[in-house]
């Protein structure tokens, strides 16, 4: 893979991760297996725009909820600010952290960003075979929203789908 | 990352979006409002025929929204009657803890034609969303039929209405509050009149 590629593509099977939620916790993608997830890579905790994201995301949840989907957030922040991020923006899904080595899970997906050493604004839904089926790597300081992912979940219950 | 890629088109549009499945830049287009403006439903304030359209996301409690109160007054007065605006609900209940009842309670007072009146005095009066008596005083003044105001707001008979609003914004792709739309497609630019009339007038 060149330096500086694309997003891991629609068909691609999601490579499996295990990273801490917790300080003593760690959440792995294959955990989730037989449903769908979603993951929102973002470059760091407490920067107006990823807040306004995950902010979203929390209150879309219900929404993500009738597709029987999980949300994972994953950035390079360690776990204590994650813990303190979440609890001030009242987050009701795992954020994880992909610290050490840094950055070593979103860089396979393709969602790092070397030269700043943190993660990409991108966008991943997995279908529940573990295969991601939909992603989108936002432009710098675009909040994505969740429309994308919300028709990505849809398409997953087409016939072609399954 | 992709740098060869975001380089080679950074000259033609500023904000480039990498499609992940052609593995191609392709020029950014902002979302589109899919919910259309319906004045038998929506909260409109301006000419029906104006030739533009300004569509706000809105919460209540947003210290962000607050901001853009005073600016979309602005952008009222410079366009005149050349612009048509409307406000639907954003709250994020998650985050502000009263945003809801505010909502209800911007929603009981246009069940009785007063909502502009109750929009401008909560986005005025902020600081004081956590006291509900301070609306009810006001919708006492505005000679609301208040029995009728305080029973809709208690049973949630407007809640439905505002999350109609909540998921129809998410689908166009409102991703945080203030979102705007102008003529339908999301304004990405400041909640700043400036910007604002500027992404108007481009329009006109």
């Known amino acids: ?162 | 990352m992709a740098t060869t890629t975001t380089a080679r088109h950074s000259r033609t549009a500023r904000r480039t979006l990498l499609d992940p499945a052609s593995k191609q830049a392709e020029t950014y287009e902002p979302p589109k409002l899919l919910v259309p403006v319906d004045p038998s439903r929506d909260h409109v304030q301006g000419d029906a025929k104006a030739v533009l359209t300004l569509v706000q996301y809105g919460d209540f409690q947003c210290p962000f929204c607050g901001a853009a109160y005073p600016e979309v007054k602005k952008v009222q007065k410079e366009l005149g009657s050349k612009l048509r605006f409307v406000f639907r609900n954003f709250p994020l209940t998650n985050i502000h803890e009263f945003a809801m009842v505010a909502a209800e309670t911007a929603e009981a007072a246009s069940a009785q034609g007063k909502f502009w009146e109750m929009h401008d005095f909560l986005y005025e009066h902020q600081a004081t969303l956590g006291d509900h008596s301070v609306a009810l005083g006001y919708a006492k003044k505005l000679g609301l039929d208040t029995q009728r105001f305080e029973r809709e707001i208690a049973q949630h008979v407007h809640e439905k209405r505002i999350k109609d609003d909540f998921m129809g914004g998410v689908r166009s792709g409102v991703n945080g509050t203030p979102t705007f739309y102008v003529n339908g497609v999301r304004h990405d630019g400041p909640a700043e009149a400036e910007a604002l009339v500027e992404s108007l007038r481009a329009k006109s």
């Open chain 1, 1 to 162: 893979m060149r330096k500086g590629s694309s997003i891991l593509n629609p068909g691609k099977k999601a490579p499996n991760f295990s990273l801490n939620s917790t300080p003593d916790q760690k959440v792995s993608l294959k955990d989730f297996r037989g449903q769908p997830v979603i993951l929102a890579f973002y470059p760091a905790d407490w920067s107006p725009v990823c807040t306004d994201q995950l902010s979203l995301y929390a209150n879309v949840m219900p929404e993500f909820k009738k597709f029987n989907a999980e949300l994972l957030a994953i950035s390079v922040d360690n776990i204590w600010s994650h813990l303190a991020f979440a609890k001030d923006r009242k987050l009701n899904f795992p954020v994880l952290s992909d610290f050490e080595p840094k950055g070593k899970i979103s860089k396979q997906f393709g969602a790092f960003k070397d030269k700043i050493g943190e993660s990409a604004r991108a966008l991943f839904v997995i279908d529940r075979n573990g295969i991601v089926r939909w992603s989108h790597l936002s432009p710098d300081g675009v909040n994505p929203g969740a429309d994308g992912i919300l028709s990505a979940l849809e398409q997953l219950n087409t016939p072609k789908a399954e």
